[in-house]
């Protein structure tokens, strides 16, 4: 059972555009939610995360927007650049354990 | 650069055998995760120690253990390996302790290629 599932799989977006990936999940006892960014032969990079006591949490160009009744959340990317290419994962953590679940990934190619 | 290191780069193994993975953490990093990413999936929570007891597990099988030292270096071992196996392996060190409401970043390594044939 997927815990957390995320789409679309593969996204391609024009430079200086909005490139949005989105996420969802079940499990009520999550209450933390990162996003990870992966380049090719390196490990996830944490990107920005957010809590469900807030709707949205913004740092530079990327953007969470989180819809806690929805159990949904989803990443922007405003101003879109060659450099975002990279795969990206929405994750989530529970308030047990240290466990992060993570989605299966977007493959985001921004077109120069 | 997230100064969390891994060894080897690349490893190909026979099923069968018998792996060992190494992790350098952080320095002050007391807590250490590995991980399991097989191929166009996202990474899949293995393990956990903490001041070198094991922390949490997840849905792997006992042939997947681990040991933390008290250097921040810590060891993902594999026996019995079989082809599923083949997988990029992660570890991802934090600097606190974990339990209920952890918010505590998570930096991985660059992680290992396994390949079993």
């Known amino acids: 059972q997927q815990q957390v599932k995320q789409s679309p799989q593969s996204l391609i977006v024009q430079k200086g555009g909005i490139s949005i990936i989105n996420c969802a999940y079940e499990n009520t006892a999550f209450d933390y939610f990162p996003w990870y960014q992966q380049f090719p032969g390196k490990g996830p990079a944490l990107l920005i995360a957010i809590r469900p006591d807030v709707s949205e949490k913004k740092e530079g160009r990327f953007t969470i927007s989180f819809n806690k009744s929805a159990k949904q959340f989803s990443l922007h990317i405003m101003d879109s650049q060659p450099g975002d290419s990279a795969t990206y994962f929405c994750a989530a953590k529970g308030n047990r354990d240290d466990k992060i679940i993570f989605g299966k990934g977007t493959r985001l190619h921004i077109l120069p | 650069e997230t100064g969390v290191t891994q060894s080897p780069t690349h490893l190909i193994k026979t099923r069968g055998q018998q792996v060992t993975l190494r992790c350098s953490s952080q320095?002050?990093?007391?807590?250490v995760s590995w991980y399991q990413q097989a191929l166009g999936q996202g990474p899949q929570f293995i393990f956990q120690y903490y001041r070198e007891e094991e922390n949490g597990r997840g849905n792997f099988p006992p042939r997947f253990s681990g040991l933390q030292f008290p250097n921040y270096s810590s060891e993902l071992n594999v026996n019995a390996l079989e082809l599923d196996d083949s997988a990029l392996y992660l570890c991802?060190?934090?600097?606190?302790?974990?339990?209920?409401?952890?918010?505590?970043?998570?930096?991985f390594g660059p992680g290992t290629r396994l390949t079993v044939l």
């Open positions: 320095s002050g990093h007391n807590t």
């Open positions: 991802a060190s934090s600097l606190g302790g974990p339990g209920p409401g952890s918010t505590d970043t998570q930096y």
